[in-house]
């Protein structure tokens, strides 16, 4: 779930339910600190999903600033008026929509980062729900059909993947990117960086072909045209302590402006935030055809 290189289909399949009686009952989770061992516990002020190391600082001394916001018009439903209809989790990360990051932290953004949702793009213009790589549009769609030809209509309410699962998306690359270039990389972690950007590491973190280089004038469009699974590995290479001593920028920090508000202590699997009832008849398209949303920087995505 945190590389965006998942498969939805036992979640989805235990989801696939009409709604009724117990359909909206939620799976408890604790909250506060992590037992370590013995007597020991994490600091949940420095310890959270936001990395899988200790925090440079706090969540509440973080700081981001959006220009041009954008808020999209909300209209809030009850449980009750899905009742005797499909849901269908639609798993997304947890990226925020409107505007641009323009600072984060003391980094000033020169190139702003566009915000372009996360559980928002049901909401954004155009007549999409849920987009994704090509394989999972098809399969997704297949489910749709299948699922109304069954039960008739189908919602599919934004599901809140892990806090690192936005990794996958060009907001952190475009935002790490950014920040390098005001980050005192060293000699040292920026070889280190490369060779392991250009070499495999299990089946979820491929090697980078053609990688420019973390210093590279072209790393942000490079990034911009990578798989997923690239800028995921970048984010997720980047986030760990020894490169903190490098020079290298905040993951976390950068992880924190990306993210929609509300959305930051959120448990992952919460769903509803944004819910989009998925017309009958619509779906060859998804698999035949593909609507292009162009980025600022020329990157295209598929829906």
Not at 78 to 99: F, H, T
Request: a positive charge; hydrophobic letters at 40%; one cysteine or more.
């Amino acid at each position: 779930m945190e590389t965006g290189q998942y498969d939805p289909a036992p979640f989805v399949e235990a989801a696939m339910l009409p709604t009724g009686a117990g359909a909206f009952a939620g799976v408890p989770r604790a909250a506060g600190e992590t037992v370590l061992g013995a007597g020991a516990v994490r600091d949940p002020a420095m310890w959270r999903g936001l990395s899988e190391v200790k925090l440079r600082k706090p969540l509440a001394e973080m700081e981001r600033t959006i220009v041009n916001p954008r808020a999209s018009t909300e209209r809030v439903i009850s449980p009750e008026q899905l009742q005797g209809n499909v849901l269908l989790p639609a798993l997304g990360d947890r990226a925020a929509i409107g505007g641009q990051v323009s600072r984060i932290g003391d980094v000033p953004i020169s190139n702003p980062v566009d915000l372009q949702g996360g559980h928002g793009f049901m909401s954004a213009e155009g007549p999409h729900a849920w987009a994704s790589e090509k394989g999972r549009m098809t399969t997704m769609a297949n489910r749709v059909r299948r699922l109304q030809d069954e039960y008739g209509n189908v919602y599919a309410p934004y599901t809140a993947m892990g806090e690192r699962a936005v990794d996958f998306s060009h907001h952190m690359s475009d935002a790490l990117s950014e920040m390098l270039k005001h980050a005192p990389v060293t000699g040292k972690g920026a070889a280190e960086f490369d060779a392991l950007m250009r070499a495999p590491r299990g089946k979820d973190f491929p090697a980078a072909e053609s990688w420019p280089g973390v210093t590279s004038p072209d790393l942000r469009d490079y990034l911009i045209n990578a798989p997923g699974v690239i800028r995921a590995k970048f984010a997720k290479e980047m986030d760990k302590a020894r490169f903190a001593k490098e020079g290298f920028p905040d993951v976390a920090e950068a992880r924190f402006a990306v993210t929609d508000p509300r959305l930051l202590n959120t448990p992952s699997m919460a769903s509803g935030l944004s819910i989009s009832r998925l017309p009958a008849g619509h779906f060859k398209f998804l698999r035949v055809w593909s609507v292009k949303f162009l980025h600022p920087r020329g990157r295209t995505r598929d829906c």
